[in-house]
């Protein structure tokens, strides 16, 4: 059996984050990755030199294209940039019936970069947020989806809520950007909490994180596996590929893609 899973998505020129990440992710998966670019950016380990979104129609012809010839067992969306591109990825998601559609939320890019313009928040909370399975948020990203702080465990659980009660069936908080040496991922099903709790790694090699984390969930989801399982074995996958890193690049490095075995 073959899985097949969809990235629509940004493309990352220097192969750490975006359609790059999500592809060599589904691949190390043995999930059959396909892929609809968003925007290409001129990207490197040092930042982002350029973005350049492409005409709607191009995002849309390439949706098309898959899905009347190799359908999806889950898609994942990343970044969408603008209001625009975000109404049709939504309009496309429901035309053609996707349910494992993991969101991730792509805002900045690790520089301060946008990958998300400001005024696209609103289409993104109103047409994306009801069509996730999953939604990946990071702390800042919670933040600005549910309009609250973020400080506590408390709070975090708090933002889970808002988000599932603004249409997402399994809320996946990212601990990445949490304060500590520990570093707590939760999963948000709308009864029960998950937690997994793990060593922060002390690195700068972390682009792509968000991206791997949520293509490795995207590839499980493929399979058939619950959401609880699908974060299950993305943790170990990202821990992985964070530990060790490709020492790459002369900034922020992209993560191990090959580190991680099922
Ligand atoms: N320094 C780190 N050490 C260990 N795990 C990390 C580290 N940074 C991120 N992670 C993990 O990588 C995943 C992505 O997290 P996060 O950094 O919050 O997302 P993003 O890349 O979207 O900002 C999460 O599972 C998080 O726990
Ligand atoms: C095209 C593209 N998409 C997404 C990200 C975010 O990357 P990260 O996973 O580090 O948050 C990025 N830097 N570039």
Redesign the pocket.
């Known amino acids: 059996m073959v899985y097949k899973a969809l990235t629509i998505a940004g493309s990352d020129s220097g192969g750490g984050a975006g359609i790059q990440a999500d592809l060599k992710t589904f691949h190390q998966f043995r999930v059959f990755g396909m892929s609809a670019i968003t925007a290409v950016t001129a990207q490197n380990t040092l930042g982002v030199q350029g973005v350049y979104p492409l005409p709607i129609e191009a995002i849309e012809k390439q949706i098309d294209s898959i899905a009347v010839d190799l359908p999806p067992d889950a898609v994942k969306t990343g970044m969408l940039f603008n209001e625009e591109i975000i109404e049709l990825v939504a309009r496309k998601i429901k035309q053609y019936g996707w349910v494992r559609v993991v969101v991730?939320p792509?805002m900045i890019a690790?520089g301060g970069a946008p990958l998300l313009k400001q005024e696209a928040v609103k289409a993104l909370q109103r047409h994306m947020l009801p069509l996730a399975y999953v939604l990946?948020?990071?702390?800042?990203?919670a933040e600005v989806l549910t309009n609250m702080r973020i400080e506590t465990l408390e709070q975090r659980k708090e933002a889970a809520k808002k988000l599932h009660d603004m249409g997402v069936q399994y809320v996946v908080m990212?601990?990445?950007?949490?304060k500590g040496d520990e570093?707590?991922?939760l999963l948000y099903d709308g009864e029960q909490f998950y937690e997994?709790t793990?060593?922060?790694?002390?690195?700068k090699h972390?682009h792509?994180?968000?991206?791997?984390?949520?293509a490795a969930i995207t590839a499980q989801l493929a399979k058939g596996k619950t959401a609880y399982e699908a974060v299950d074995i993305?943790?170990r996958f990202?821990?992985k590929a964070?530990?060790q890193t490709l020492q790459i690049g002369s900034g922020h490095g992209p993560t191990n893609h090959w580190a991680f075995h099922e």
Do not use: M, R
């Open positions: 991730d792509v690790k990946t948020p990071n702390i800042p990203e990212k601990g990445g950007h949490g570093l707590v991922d997994w793990s060593q922060k790694i002390y690195t972390t792509g994180t968000g991206c791997t984390f949520a993305a943790k990202i821990q964070i530990e």
